[in-house]
């Protein structure tokens, strides 16, 4: 389980003023010392990131973030970064020591239940009350949900917090990335190019995900590169019943196709797993829009440096430029780095969003539709601009 990508692990933020014991839970749930602990409030000043598996909830990612409760100009910036958290959280722990005073705690709750973020309330440093069960009912009626009591100090009542967890997240199901395009038992052919991009010895992540998907639908899946795809197709019995492709030679390999093979890419199947697929696909046909004055924001999930034929910062921009004009401007956010005034750009193309948990490109794309911006993702703008999208098969 611990090497479950990120971006398929359940997030859990947990937040709470300083010197709640936020850190000292980490701990106490990891049974490990992550988190740096001290009686010194403010010593958590970024979001700390641990990966393990809780059950029965399984691959989970848990992150500290500092108190929301910090002041300064060094503490609003702090403020500003545990926010940001809660693009990624899919749950959240929220951490008091007291029953009163609770006012902020209350602001977090009502944004938490606005984003539909399932939260649980932990009440930490039960050890220090005389009487805890008269707390956790001050707590209840304060807050109008029932704490659970723990002492991260002493480990007490960390399983009971594993119980609450794993009861706040329900019986979601895992996603297929192949949903409604392939059958168990079906032939699936991977045309899999490996660019300067690709780690040394390994495949990209879309591709390791994609094969394990195939796998555990029994399906059989055949790989190849763009060069030896028609001596693949020449080797199978049958035509494949679908063909997955990287985006990049969407029209090499649309153009070899056998008639009966339906045809996608790694990076639609991403879209459709990680984002809305209806509003990606809406984005990509407002490529249409687009004039040789407008902006455009190429966004990256992970941080790398950039290649010769980069598929976000060189290929996708000579298309569209090819189209358009020279004069159209191109702006690359990498990372986490991510504008929050969206209206200067026209449209915005982000990549499959692989390194992201699902949740996190939700909250990019609902930002950009908040804003009146168009986003779509690589696969689905590349498709467009080679003229095939609707010959593509949508997850």
């Known amino acids: 389980m611990n090497s479950a990508p990120q971006s398929l692990r359940r997030h859990i933020a947990i937040f709470g003023r300083r010197n709640v014991g936020k850190s000292s839970l980490l701990n106490a749930i990891t049974g490990q010392q992550v988190a740096i602990v001290s009686p010194e409030a403010g010593t958590t000043t970024d979001p700390v990131n641990r990966a393990m598996e809780i059950l029965p909830l399984g691959p989970c990612m848990l992150i500290d973030t500092a ?110 990335l192949t949903a409604g395009l392939v059958s168990s038992g079906g032939s699936v052919l991977l045309v899999m190019p490996q660019d300067p991009q690709a780690p040394k010895g390994r495949l990209i992540l879309p591709q390791v995900q994609t094969i394990r998907d195939l796998l555990n639908k029994n399906c059989i899946a055949t790989c190849c590169g763009v060069d030896n795809l028609k001596a693949a197709l020449d080797a199978l019995r049958e035509a494949p019943s679908l063909i997955i492709t990287d985006s990049q030679v969407f029209k090499q390999v649309y153009e070899l196709k056998p008639v009966n093979s339906k045809l996608t890419s790694f990076s639609v199947l991403m879209a459709g797993m990680k984002g809305n697929i209806d509003l990606l696909l809406e984005g990509a046909r407002a490529i249409d829009n687009l004039t040789p004055r407008s902006r455009v924001l190429i966004a990256e999930a992970c941080s790398h440096a950039p290649m010769n034929e980069d598929i976000g910062r060189v290929k996708i921009p000579r298309l569209v430029r090819k189209k358009y004009g020279e004069s159209i401007v191109f702006d690359i956010h990498a990372g986490k780095d991510y504008p929050a005034d969206l209206k200067n750009y026209d449209l915005i193309v982000h990549c499959g969003a692989c390194m992201f948990n699902r949740r996190l490109m939700l909250s990019r794309i609902l930002r950009a539709q908040q804003q009146g911006v168009p986003i779509t993702n690589y696969g689905l703008a590349l498709a467009h601009l080679q003229g095939i999208l609707d010959k593509v098969e949508l997850p």
């Open 67 to 176: 108190g929301f409760d910090d002041e300064g100009n060094v503490g609003e910036l702090r403020n500003q970064r545990t926010h940001r958290v809660l693009n990624q959280a899919d749950m959240a722990i929220l951490v008091i020591d007291q029953a009163h005073n609770l006012s902020l705690e209350k602001e977090w709750l009502q944004e938490l239940h606005r984003l539909e973020i399932p939260a649980i309330v932990v009440l930490n440093k039960v050890d220090k009350l005389a009487s805890s069960a008269t707390v956790v009912k001050a707590v209840s009626e304060e807050l109008g949900m029932s704490p659970v009591a723990v002492s991260a100090k002493t480990r007490f009542g960390i399983d009971n917090l594993r119980l609450a967890l794993s009861s706040a997240a329900g019986d979601d199901q895992e996603i297929s």
